[in-house]
């Protein structure tokens, strides 16, 4: 949930706030008269104008309540390793404290980094799977002034990445550190949608 959608939630918000807004315009004053022991017939003697100021009134800080609710829920997913998705053109998945995966602008490719830090370990995943303390996939990387591609292995107790340029070795390598031989790879966005649809997924 990103900051525009909080603007548009608000929007589609406004009608129900200002509704409420009114009924609270005529029970507040109510309430008033009941609490100073006043007749309450004054609280119906209240003008148009004044009951239509306190109607926007309450409208207005109902409708900015509701979005500071909301701007608090992004505040503190944000900071939240686990349920963090990203926002707008941006999207994140946790793999293991502190590595994550990031997408910018599409999902077609990921980099893999560090939490927080943003410190990169390697770009241009297009396939990948995790197992264990494992992720393991295929990239290509043309940050590095040529257009580097092939399998990788990055471990996440250790920190270390791995580079094969063959799809033997590769497969040869996982064998060895017990990954399932061959490993299935999926695309980053089937990955994603795996990820974040499953209500099972790890949370701390």
């Not at 994140?92 to 599409?106: A, C, G, I, K």
């Amino acid at each position: 949930m990103g900051s525009a959608f909080i603007v548009v939630w608000g929007l589609l918000l406004a009608p129900i706030a200002f509704l409420m807004g009114v009924a609270l315009s005529y029970f507040v004053p109510f309430l008033y008269c009941r609490i100073k022991h006043r007749p309450t017939t004054e609280s119906k003697q209240i003008g148009c104008l004044t009951r239509g100021a306190l109607a926007l009134l309450f409208a207005i800080a109902i409708d900015v309540g509701i979005c500071l609710c909301g701007i608090l829920v992004v505040v503190a997913r944000s900071n939240n390793y686990w349920e963090c998705s990203g926002s707008g053109d941006y999207w994140r998945m946790p793999l293991e404290p502190p590595y994550e995966l990031e997408m910018f602008n599409s999902l077609d490719e990921a980099g893999i980094s560090e939490w927080k830090s943003n410190k990169s370990i390697l770009g241009g995943v297009s396939q990948y799977a995790k197992q264990g303390h494992y992720v393991a996939g295929r990239y290509t990387n043309p940050f590095q002034g040529k257009n580097e591609s092939g399998y990788f292995i990055f471990d996440f107790e250790t920190g270390v990445l791995q580079k094969f340029d063959q799809e033997g070795v590769f497969n040869k390598a996982c064998k060895d550190f017990g990954l399932t031989s061959p490993v299935t790879l999926k695309s980053v966005k089937d990955n994603w949608n795996l990820y974040w649809d499953d209500p099972n997924r790890r949370r701390k």
